[in-house]
């Protein structure tokens, strides 16, 4: 029987569950009746050690799917909200969690909910769920009931390894953070100068190849960093890209017609830049 949890209570998701290695993590919500402009809330998943992010990559959300480890998935965005179950799901193997992380916080935030003034206020029937993905037998189950109104972003719960064992955690935690890389500073998530989301920029090309860390990736980023940055109108085509790009990926991000669209172009622009000298090693953003 699934366990109803209530905000701060923690549940063990092994002890009654022998052999348990993969879950998936269901959150759920609707708009209050009587909301104008549909509301586009984003799941989002950070991998923290000792309470601290330790790449720009362990944030996983629309536009970086998947943890380098492959241990965490995120499943894909839901832009409206609408229907029942789960709008967003995000996929833990809990064997293939690196030995250094200890927590994963699952959050959730309203895209752009500032300039479109919106907030939770809005949203009611939310809910984090954890499922085994053997059966897909539901755990345990946390209903957000409070008063949200003015918070715009919101730490439903963490998944944590606890002296050999992984359990849930209901936390509840609502914030007026403005973005996905917001809510990520709280743990440690260096955000760029002039960027509005997670990953620091390079948003088409994280969704076509997968990750923000990945050899093509790194050489676009010294490729910004290094050369476009340098120059006045380098830097104002960056601020152009990080205000138009999240919205192109949001939408059409996790199609096949974009990803082969963009891949061919992408390419061959790594391929010249590996060639002019970029090197393609792990890379940590520089600050311009």
Request: proline residues 1%.
């Amino acid at each position: 029987m699934s366990v109803q949890l209530q905000k701060g209570q923690k549940v063990s998701l092994l002890k009654e569950n022998v052999g348990l290695s993969k879950i998936i993590v269901g959150l759920g919500w609707d708009e209050a009746r009587g909301v104008g402009d549909s509301i586009d809330c984003d799941a989002f998943a950070i991998l923290t050690s000792n309470g601290r992010v330790t790449s720009n990559s362990d944030v996983v959300y629309f536009s970086n799917l998947e943890h380098y480890s492959h241990s965490v998935k995120h499943m894909g965005d839901n832009l409206t909200g609408a229907g029942d179950g789960d709008d967003e799901q995000i996929v833990i193997d809990l064997s293939m969690v690196p030995s250094q992380y200890d927590k994963i916080i699952i959050a959730v935030n309203i895209y752009n909910a500032h300039a479109k003034h919106q907030h939770f206020g809005m949203i009611e029937n939310a809910f984090v769920r954890v499922v085994d993905a053997r059966n897909n037998k539901e755990l345990c189950i946390y209903n957000l009931s409070e008063n949200y109104s003015g918070m715009t972003a919101m730490i439903f719960g963490e998944v944590y390894r606890q002296d050999g064992d992984w359990k849930f955690n209901a936390l509840g935690q609502a914030t007026t953070d403005g973005w996905i890389a917001d809510v990520a500073a709280r743990y440690g998530y260096v955000k760029q100068q002039n960027t509005n989301s997670a990953s620091g920029g390079c948003y088409v090309a994280t969704a076509v190849y997968g990750s923000y860390d990945c050899p093509e990736v790194w050489t676009l980023r010294r490729y910004r960093d290094y050369t476009l940055a340098e120059t006045w109108y380098g830097r104002a085509f960056i601020k152009t890209y990080y205000a138009i790009s999240p919205t192109i990926v949001k939408w059409f991000g996790n199609t096949e017609w974009f990803k082969k669209m963009w891949r061919g172009k992408l390419d061959k622009m790594v391929r010249n830049l590996n060639n002019e000298g970029v090197e393609n090693t792990p890379y940590n953003d520089r600050e311009w």
